[in-house]
């Protein structure tokens, strides 16, 4: 899933009209697993001036780089870090991991050839989805709209849900954040 789409639908799932404190952990935890590949596209592209045919082609499936993104998307150490914030009686952290566990399983079946190790570093295994959100070889034509669709399904949802202003500031950003990433996609 796009990072953005990752916000949108845990919010949706996990946020609750009586706890709009706990929105912004969701959301930060939401794309907290993709955080280490938007710093390594940063750094490959502004600061050593690779070129994106390079970095996705070649960079990007480097071993190193692969056990960094990984470590953030496993799900044993996501879980573990969510039982401890859950017992030790944190509702922030508790929705922060919960956002962070929420993510796994999206894109468990959403990725092929850019599959994570979800069960990194106990197990190199990679679930290689026959669908992928973005790659046509992979029915991303297909799933691209579906996810658009339940990403808008979900901002109207959470605009409706959700009063707070900040709140409101934060799902219509992240719209606009989806909508440059769908750009993006579709230029490229």
């Known amino acids: 899933m796009n990072t953005p789409a990752h916000a949108m639908l845990n919010l949706a799932l996990l946020g609750r009209k009586d706890r709009p404190e706990q929105a912004l ?27 994106d045919s390079l970095i996705w082609t070649e960079i990007y499936f480097r071993p190193g780089w692969q056990a960094l993104f990984d470590l953030f998307h496993s799900l044993p150490l996501i879980l573990v870090g969510l039982a401890l914030v859950w017992r030790s009686g944190s ?15 999206e894109d468990f079946f959403l990725h092929n050839e850019d599959a994570h190790r979800h069960f990194y570093p106990f197990w190199d295994w990679r679930f290689r989805s026959p669908v992928s959100y973005w790659d046509p070889h992979h029915h991303g034509r297909i799933a691209a709209p579906i996810e658009a669709a339940v ?10 849900r959700y009063r707070a202003l900040w709140v409101r500031l934060a799902v219509g950003s992240v719209m606009v954040v989806y909508a440059l990433f769908l750009g993006m996609a579709i230029w490229a």
């Open 25 to 51: 952990p969701i959301l930060l935890g939401s794309i907290l697993p993709d955080l280490p590949m938007f710093l390594f596209y940063a750094w490959v592209r502004l600061v050593e001036g690779k070129p």
């Open 91 to 105: 509702r922030w952290w508790t929705a922060l991991f919960a956002g962070m566990a929420l993510h796994i399983p």
């Open 151 to 160: 990403v808008l399904v979900c901002c109207g949802l959470l605009l409706m």
